[in-house]
């Protein structure tokens, strides 16, 4: 079957969120609001990475997370790999989605490894991490944030671009023939429009319990 159609997806597009930042949409709509931006995490994330990097560590445990971290500071992207992060994801696969928004309890992917590099600081005892605790992000970790499912319908193919460096045609045809087979893959969809709040249905997944380990109440 065509996923496009008057040049506008003929199936749903999904987005996996967590409280955090539903508010925000729900008032300005999916993509109008740069939530990693609006909370400085970018720039918290090269303070803890300078700092770290300051610490002269040799060990292969640094070495690696190390390696992990840059391309999330550099913010790169090719055809295979996107470490950008502030811009609004879309799927068409409503468990990935759901998958997202609950294994980020604590805001989303950027600030999961935000919070691992603080880990990492704070277990060796760098005393000069505390200089940072008044930034806005230490608040946003306090507690877990609930995990919600935003279905798009009929959206226009002029307001998504590709995720990687891929050919938009060619990821259509592929995710054509995975939906004519019964599946999905991780092919996701940049947003590059707003979603207005009334073209959006935003779905309850559950409710976290207060260290963010269990799920409960799950749709």
Request: aromatic share 12%; charged share 20%; glycine share 6%.
């Given at each position: 079957?065509?996923?496009?159609?008057?040049?506008?997806f003929?199936?749903?597009?999904?987005?996996?969120?967590?409280?955090?930042?539903?508010?925000?949409?729900k008032?300005?709509?999916?993509?109008?609001?740069d939530?990693?931006?609006?909370?400085?995490?970018?720039?918290l994330?090269q303070?803890?990475?300078?700092l770290?990097?300051?610490?002269?560590w040799?060990?292969?445990e640094?070495?690696?997370?190390?390696?992990?971290?840059?391309?999330?500071?550099?913010?790169?992207?090719?055809?295979?790999?996107?470490?950008?992060h502030?811009?609004?994801?879309?799927t068409y696969?409503?468990?990935?989605a759901?998958?997202y928004?609950?294994?980020?309890?604590?805001g989303?992917?950027?600030?999961?490894y935000l919070?691992?590099l603080?880990?990492?600081?704070?277990?060796?005892?760098?005393?000069?991490?505390?200089?940072?605790?008044?930034?806005?992000?230490f608040?946003?970790?306090?507690?877990?944030?609930?995990?919600?499912?935003?279905?798009?319908d009929?959206?226009?193919l002029?307001?998504?671009?590709?995720?990687?460096e891929t050919?938009?045609?060619?990821?259509?045809?592929?995710?054509e023939?995975?939906?004519?087979?019964g599946?999905y893959?991780?092919?996701s969809?940049?947003?590059?429009?707003?979603?207005?709040?009334?073209n959006?249905?935003?779905?309850?997944?559950?409710?976290?319990?207060?260290?963010g380990?269990?799920?409960i109440?799950?749709?």
């Amino acid at each position: 079957m065509s996923i496009i159609q008057n040049n506008s997806f003929n199936i749903p597009l999904y987005h996996g969120t967590t409280g955090l930042f539903i508010d925000s949409i729900k008032q300005h709509g999916l993509g109008a609001i740069d939530p990693l931006d609006n909370m400085k995490a970018k720039d918290l994330m090269q303070g803890f990475f300078s700092l770290a990097d300051k610490q002269n560590w040799t060990d292969s445990e640094w070495l690696s997370a190390r390696a992990k971290l840059e391309p999330l500071l550099n913010q790169t992207k090719n055809q295979h790999y996107n470490f950008m992060h502030g811009g609004t994801y879309l799927t068409y696969s409503p468990e990935l989605a759901k998958r997202y928004a609950i294994e980020n309890p604590f805001g989303c992917e950027y600030l999961y490894y935000l919070r691992l590099l603080f880990g990492i600081l704070a277990s060796r005892e760098v005393n000069e991490v505390r200089s940072f605790f008044e930034h806005p992000v230490f608040k946003a970790w306090e507690k877990p944030n609930d995990p919600y499912l935003i279905q798009i319908d009929g959206l226009k193919l002029s307001s998504v671009e590709t995720e990687t460096e891929t050919d938009l045609s060619h990821q259509l045809s592929i995710i054509e023939a995975n939906l004519h087979n019964g599946q999905y893959d991780a092919s996701s969809f940049k947003l590059t429009d707003i979603v207005p709040p009334e073209n959006l249905i935003i779905t309850s997944i559950g409710r976290w319990n207060e260290s963010g380990t269990k799920l409960i109440e799950t749709v």
